[in-house]
C-alpha cells in the first residue's frame, strides 16, 4: 500500500475553482493508478476521475467532464485535481486513492487519503 495525503480544498463561490493536490509516499509512485473520489454527506461514494500510471489514459464521471482535469507529475510524487466551474452540487469530501490498476470504482482502490472537504455556496 501506498501513503496519500490530500490538500487543497477550501470554500469557493459557485463558478470558482479549485486545485486539489494528493502525494504519495514510496518511491514506486508511478507504478500506482490514481483516482479522485467524492463523499457528499448522506451519499455513498462516488468516482470522479482516475488517470494511469504513466498519466497517458484519464477518465472522468460525467458530472464533471469539462469542468475537471487529473493529472500528475510523478517526479514530485503527486496527483492534481483541477476544478473549474464549480457548482454546489460538487460539495464533498474528495478523496484520493491509489492501486495498480486503473479503474472507476472504489473498489478497485486499495490505497485511500483521509479527505479533503470541498464547499461550493450558491
Known amino acids: 500500500q501506498v501513503r496519500l495525503v490530500e490538500s487543497g480544498g477550501g470554500l469557493v463561490q459557485a463558478g470558482g475553482s479549485l486545485r486539489l493536490s494528493c502525494t504519495a509516499s514510496?518511491?514506486?509512485?508511478?507504478?500506482?493508478?490514481m483516482g479522485w473520489f467524492r463523499q457528499a454527506p448522506g451519499k455513498e461514494r462516488e468516482f470522479v476521475a482516475a488517470?494511469?500510471?504513466?498519466?497517458?489514459?484519464?477518465y472522468y464521471a460525467d458530472s464533471v467532464k469539462g469542468r475537471f482535469t487529473i493529472s500528475r507529475d510523478n517526479g514530485k510524487r503527486t496527483v492534481y485535481l483541477q476544478m473549474n466551474s464549480l457548482k454546489p452540487e460538487d460539495t464533498a469530501v474528495y478523496y484520493c486513492?491509489?492501486?495498480?490498476?486503473?479503474?472507476?470504482?472504489?473498489?478497485?482502490?486499495?490505497?485511500w487519503g483521509q479527505g479533503t472537504q470541498v464547499t461550493v455556496s450558491s
Open positions: 486513492a491509489a492501486d495498480i490498476l486503473v479503474g472507476t470504482r472504489a473498489a478497485d482502490f486499495g490505497s
Open positions: 514510496g518511491r514506486t509512485f508511478s507504478s500506482y493508478a
Open positions: 488517470i494511469s500510471g504513466g498519466g497517458l489514459s484519464t
